[in-house]
């Protein structure tokens, strides 16, 4: 197991008295300590130091990151993926490369953001066309035997009018 990190005693009188400690961090940001202690151990924040009695102490910009790696995980990046994002973040050497590392990551989650909004978009409507053609089967005799729905009398069974939703389950009947 790798031994943790110690960091450095701040004073927080000499140093700042608006640092965060762990606790009013997880509290500000709304995740729990233990996420914000993972989010250390994967190196994606990072406290200033630790304060006389032991806590972790964080600049105030820390809920900042917190937002943005939560950010990240509600495009679909998982803790893994932005670990990776801030290594070559860190690593590219200059302000441009890094931006342009950026710009490319961002651009990539964009076009399939994109990508799945549109697919959303045709689920919504093949569930709005079940939901209206579901709608009609109010008007059943109650004691119709479910084989029955294959031919059913109010609505057309051509497959190419009833929605794949519907015809999908009906198929299997």
């Excluded at 762990?22 to 924040?45: F, M, N, P, Q, W």
């Excluded at 972790?56 to 950010?71: F, G, H, M, V």
């Excluded at 890094?98 to 990508?115: D, G, P």
């Amino acid at each position: 197991m790798a031994q943790p990190i110690r960091l450095p005693v701040v004073k927080i009188a000499e140093k700042d008295e608006n640092l965060l400690q762990v606790g009013d961090l997880a509290r500000e940001s709304g995740k729990t300590v233990r996420a914000i202690h993972l989010y250390e151990e994967l190196g994606l924040l990072k406290p200033l130091g630790r304060s006389k009695g032991g806590y972790r102490l964080y600049a105030q910009d820390a809920p900042l990151r917190i937002r943005w790696i939560q950010k990240l995980q509600d495009m679909g990046f998982s803790l893994t993926d932005i670990q990776t994002v801030v290594r070559d973040w860190e690593q590219s050497g200059s302000a441009p490369r890094a931006m342009t590392k950026m710009r490319a990551v961002y651009t990539k989650k964009l076009e399939e953001t994109r990508l799945h909004l549109q697919r959303l978009e045709q689920l919504e409507h093949e569930l709005e066309r079940s939901l209206q053609y579901l709608d009609t089967c109010d008007v059943c005799e109650p004691d119709r035997l479910l084989v029955t729905c294959k031919s059913c009398n109010h609505h057309a069974c051509d497959d190419s009018v009833v929605p794949e939703l519907v015809a999908g389950f009906r198929k299997a009947i």
